[in-house]
């Protein structure tokens, strides 16, 4: 039986029977883990990448984005090692957006989405689809 790499799904690597450095796949598929897992993004309207981000830092990636970001519309950036990783989301993700929480109501322990009428704060849970993203609805 051949095994297909990667992942259908999250693009994780498989790790080969008889596969040198088997370490290397199994690393790869952590930090893969590490970036999407519990998703949670910076924000999602800033069209320049921060001059200094920290290791882990994620962001969603706005139309006319620029610098390392041009051309990766719609994806989630990952600052890891140095450089920008680039995921393209998968139908069903679920990512929490650190900046529109910062300006709404605190989410309630176990409560997916917030207010989204006019008057009230906007969700700070998007859910992430191949070429655009939605609020999580109520």
């Given amino acids: 039986r051949t095994i297909k790499m990667p992942t259908p799904y999250l693009g994780l690597p498989y790790i080969a029977q008889g596969q040198a450095q088997k370490e290397i796949a199994h690393n790869e598929a952590l930090n893969l883990l590490d970036a999407v897992v519990q ?13 200094a ?18 051309g990766q519309t719609n994806k989630v950036a990952l600052w ?49 689809k191949r070429r655009s993203f939605a609020p999580v609805p109520r």
Avoid: H, M, Y
Avoid at 39 to 51: H, M
């Fill in 39 to 51: 998703l949670a993004v910076k924000g999602r309207t800033t069209v320049n990448p921060p001059v």
């Fill in 53 to 70: 981000p920290a290791e882990g830092e994620r962001w969603i990636i706005p139309p006319g984005a620029t610098g390392a970001w041009a």
């Fill in 80 to 128: 890891k090692d140095g450089f920008w990783r680039f995921f393209t989301p998968q139908d069903g993700w679920l990512a929490f957006v650190q900046d529109v929480a910062r300006s709404s109501t605190p989410l309630a322990a176990g409560n997916l989405s917030s207010s989204s009428r006019s008057t009230g704060p906007v969700s700070a849970w998007i859910l992430l």
